[in-house]
């Protein structure tokens, strides 16, 4: 299984960009996918979560709002829309994928996935 994260880049505070997950060997909606994010200095952080029914999405609360996990199952892609982005959400952005069916309170736990990306750099500065 290999998840490739993409989309990342150099935006202005206020501005929006869109992180894609592909996975290889995986099919997304079988299954539990989340987004996470670390920046410098700092433990990685859960940002948002989708389970197999993406009509359950849990966020982060520094992120609820700006931020939206969508999945494109025809594609098998997992996307991160974010708007109004601000300085403090620079960070190295992680997709991390599992085939277990996990509650909603477990979406933001790192131990509980299986697979993960290689990391997308978003730069928020003026």
């Known amino acids: 299984v290999q998840l490739q994260a993409s989309g990342g880049g150099l935006v202005q505070p206020g501005g929006s960009l869109r992180l894609s997950c592909a996975a290889s060997g995986r099919t997304f909606r079988r299954g539990s996918t989340a987004w996470f994010r670390q920046a410098p200095g700092k433990e990685r952080e859960f940002v948002a979560g989708i389970k197999w029914n993406p009509e359950y999405a849990r966020y982060a609360g520094s992120v609820r709002g700006r931020f939206t996990i969508s999945r494109d199952d025809a594609k098998n892609t997992v996307h991160l829309q974010m708007n109004s982005l601000k300085p403090e959400d620079m960070a190295v952005y992680y997709c991390?994928?599992?085939?277990?069916?996990?509650?909603?309170?477990?979406?933001?736990?790192?131990?509980?996935?299986?697979?993960w990306g290689q990391g997308t750099l978003v730069t928020v500065s003026s």
């Open positions: 991390a994928d599992t085939p277990a069916y996990l509650v909603f309170s477990a979406l933001g736990n790192t131990e509980n996935y299986d697979y």
